[in-house]
Each structure stands twice: as structure tokens, then as C-alpha cells.
């Protein structure tokens, strides 16, 4: 479902927001949700959006832009990425157009640990996030300072949690362009993409009537990182069985 430029149409009709969340809440068909352009503010978010996206449980893939006005936005994409069990795609434009309020911790590094302590420290099934953050001035955020506030919470969550995010491409402040991760982050991400999860669900490599489990289809996964030595290079020296399966 793709809805584009309704503005005029949510905004002569206030119900039909909540209307429409309430029904894809519950609904068993859906699976692929984009709403831009459409003038949603802050109140749409907490009330409909949110709820929703946390609740709903077949939704794989979803593209929002919500101007949240002066309030934070960080706690309600953490509360998503949480509570959401079934998204493996999720892009959020995030606007925030007003002037920040006073006693609200608007600063990167807030917004870094939320998203990434709160929200993709729990998540199991995201494999591609994509967030564009256009603030306004006075916000001060633009994409070095994303990139400093988030590698070194994003780069923890990676290595402790996470096995799943392949993908995650940060925009902030009024630039056009991506933050650039640093080498690590890059190859625990690539470590995703070729099956980090996979590999580690079938570990011990033991069957249950005692048979040793080859180990051949295992690698074959990983071979798709074969590009990468550095990747291979950690899946040979952390896994011995799999050094063995190769000899």
C-alpha cells in the first residue's frame, strides 16, 4: 500500500488516520506500507503510527515521513524497533521543522544510544534501516556528529547482539549524503549479510541422535562473503570445526 501526496485529505478528514492505523494494526495481509508526503505531524506518530508498527505482525517492509515538530523522535523509533517482531525493512524521513523544547535531550549522542541501546539492541529480524533525519538549524545534528555519536554505540550493539542488520544508511541535518561507517561497523554488518545468525543457531554442530552434522552446507553460506577476507578470515579463526570441514 502506497500513499503519496493525501494531505489535503487527512487533514479536512482528523479520523481517518486513526481509522487506517486501527485497520492495518490488525490486519493479516498487508505487508509492505509507504506513507510520504502526506504532512503527518507529531500527534499522527504517537497516536497512530507507533502504535501501530509495534503491534502489527506482518509488516516486513515499511516507508514513513513524519514531521515531528519540537518533540524527539529517537524514543519512538527505539519503542518500534523493539516491540516489532516481523519488519526486515524499515525507512523513516524524519522531520522535525519546530525549534527544540527545553528539557528534552535533543543532542546525536541521545539519539545514537536510544536507537541503538533501546531499539537494535533488541531487534532480531531488521535487516535494513534506513534513517533520514532533517532538522532544522537549530538542531545543530548534521553528519559528522551523527557519525561520531553513533559508531561507537552501533559498533557494541553489533558485536554483543545484533546478528541480523545488514544495512543501515544515517542522513542527518540538511545533507544529502550517507554517513560514512567506519571500517569495523562495515565488517560487522558484512558479517550479517553472510549469515552470522545462521551460522550460530546450528552451533553445537551435533544432531540430536548424537550424528556429527556436515558441516559442507554450512560454507557454502559463507562462501558469499568470500569477497571479503577479513569476514572469512573471522568465521575460519572463531569456528575450528568449519577450519576442519575445509581441509
Known amino acids: 500500500l502506497e500513499l503519496w501526496n493525501i494531505s489535503s485529505i487527512i487533514q479536512d478528514n482528523a479520523a481517518i488516520m486513526p481509522l487506517l492505523t486501527s485497520s492495518w494494526e490488525a490486519n493479516t495481509s498487508l505487508s509492505k506500507l509507504e506513507i510520504c508526503s502526506c504532512n503527518l ?12 508498527l509495534e503491534q502489527n505482525t506482518h509488516l516486513t517492509s ?6 515531528f515538530g519540537n518533540m524527539p523522535f529517537a524514543a519512538s523509533i527505539a519503542s518500534v524497533l523493539k516491540q516489532n517482531t516481523t519488519l526486515t525493512s524499515l525507512h523513516l524521513i ?5 525549534i527544540p523544547v527545553t528539557g528534552y535531550n535533543y ?3 541521545a539519539c545514537a544510544m536510544s536507537v541503538c541501546q533501546d531499539g537494535l539492541a533488541h531487534n532480531s529480524t531488521l535487516q535494513r534501516l534506513v534513517l533520514d533525519i532533517q532538522q532544522s538549524r537549530a538542531y545543530r545534528n548534521d553528519n559528522s ?3 561520531v555519536a553513533f559508531s561507537s554505540p552501533l559498533l557494541q550493539v553489533l558485536k554483543e547482539t545484533n546478528q541480523t542488520l545488514e544495512y543501515f544508511s544515517l542522513t542527518g541535518g540538511r545533507s544529502s549524503s ?12 558484512k558479517l550479517n549479510q553472510v549469515g552470522r545468525r545462521e551460522w550460530l543457531q546450528q552451533l553445537p554442530s551435533k544432531a540430536a541422535d548424537g550424528r556429527q552434522t556436515s558441516l559442507s552446507t554450512i560454507m557454502e553460506q559463507y562462501l558469499a562473503g568470500q569477497d571479503d577476507l577479513s ?3 573471522y568465521l575460519l579463526s572463531t569456528n575450528p570445526p568449519l577450519q576442519q570441514s575445509c581441509c
Open 62 to 67: 515499511a516507508t514513513l515521513e513524519i514531521d
Open 41 to 52: 505531524g507529531p500527534d499522527v506518530a504517537a497516536e497512530c503510527l507507533v502504535p501501530m
Open 107 to 109: 543532542s546525536a549522542e
Open 231 to 233: 569476514v572469512l578470515f
Open 94 to 98: 524524519c522531520l522535525q521543522s519546530g
Open 178 to 189: 550517507n554517513v560514512i561507517w567506519n571500517p569495523e561497523i562495515e565488517f560487522y554488518l
Open 145 to 147: 556528529r551523527l557519525a
